[in-house]
């Protein structure tokens, strides 16, 4: 599996060309404001944009996939919950086929009602619900810190230890980190009851 991440646009967002191989099938996750990159990617690898997933709904993530669905005819994949029409809503569960990739669909919001984690083979595309040492905001419209301390510690955490995380923006001390790293070292996964968690976020 090839994994491609790209920094794009003034808040530091990762878009990511993922493929089965080069010259295989793709997939390219939240491409963001400046996509030309992404495209010359594309191109370098030689490979097939099968389907555009965004991990949620906020501009910064979804802004580039007109240009990347008219360059490649891609499918636009997103949770059925976003105020858009994707091309194939999905929804907890669901699994997302390219190629030899195989695409688990994981519901986690809290940051937005529609966030979703992306499971890959030893990776996972967390968008705006984890980032390398911290966690995404729920003060924007739709945030709920409640929903989002359910992602993180009855979703996120269990996932396997060595699993590579592909976070939504370059914030962290590194551009990507591990689930078992981010479990010893990310102050924001410490272990707190909900409502600490709640009271936490509000501080």
């Known amino acids: 599996m090839i994994v491609d991440q790209l920094r794009l646009?003034?808040?530091?967002n990762f878009t990511y060309l993922i493929a089965d191989r080069e010259g295989g099938d793709a997939v390219v996750i939240d491409p963001s404001y400046g996509v030309e990159p992404v495209l010359e990617a594309i191109d370098?690898?030689?490979?097939?944009?099968?389907?555009?997933?965004?991990?949620?709904r906020h501009t910064d993530h979804v802004v580039g996939n007109p240009e990347v669905v008219e360059r490649t005819g891609a499918k636009v994949v997103a949770h059925r919950a976003v105020p858009f029409?994707?091309?194939?809503?999905?929804?907890?569960?669901?699994?997302?086929?390219?190629?030899?990739?195989?695409?688990?669909?994981?519901?986690?919001?809290?940051h937005t009602p529609d966030s979703v984690l992306y499971l890959l083979p030893g990776h996972v595309a967390?968008?705006?619900?984890l980032?390398?040492?911290e966690c995404g905001r729920t003060d924007l419209e739709g945030g709920d810190p409640g929903q989002l301390y359910d992602s993180l510690f009855g979703r996120l955490v269990r996932?396997?230890?060595a699993i590579v995380i592909l976070p939504g923006h370059?914030?962290?001390v590194t551009p990507t980190s591990?689930?078992?790293?981010?479990?010893?070292?990310?102050?924001?996964l410490q272990p707190r009851s909900r409502d600490e968690f709640i009271r936490f976020l509000a501080e």
Do not use: Q, S, W
């Open 9 to 12: 646009g003034p808040l530091l």
């Open 44 to 56: 370098r690898r030689g490979v097939r944009v099968r389907y555009v997933l965004n991990t949620h």
């Open 85 to 110: 029409r994707p091309d194939r809503p999905v929804d907890d569960g669901d699994v997302v086929e390219a190629g030899g990739l195989r695409i688990e669909v994981i519901h986690t919001p809290g």
């Open 126 to 129: 967390t968008g705006d619900t």
């Open 131 to 133: 980032f390398v040492g």
């Open 159 to 161: 996932l396997d230890d």
């Open 170 to 172: 370059d914030y962290g």
């Open 178 to 188: 591990t689930v078992g790293r981010e479990k010893l070292e990310n102050y924001v």
